[in-house]
């Protein structure tokens, strides 16, 4: 169990580092898919509420880059 929490918590990581450096929108939408991965890192913690704001924020931050 410890393993996948880990590994959660590595996924969360890489996709922000995924998601924020990069202009292009394809590379936006893969950080995002692994950050949203990363989020149940947070669920396993027992932070709901952060882990739903976290998804909410991305998704409106792709929204934006696509329209």
Known sequence: MI???LFLGMCFVLGGLAF???PSS???VLGL???VAGC???LSLGVSFLS???VMVYLEGMMV???
């Open 52 to 54: 739903l704001v976290l």
């Open 3 to 5: 393993e996948f929490v």
């Open 20 to 22: 924020a450096p990069n």
């Open 65 to 67: 880059v696509f329209v």
């Open 40 to 42: 149940g890192w947070l």
């Open 33 to 35: 898919a692994v950050a």
């Open 26 to 28: 394809y590379y936006g």
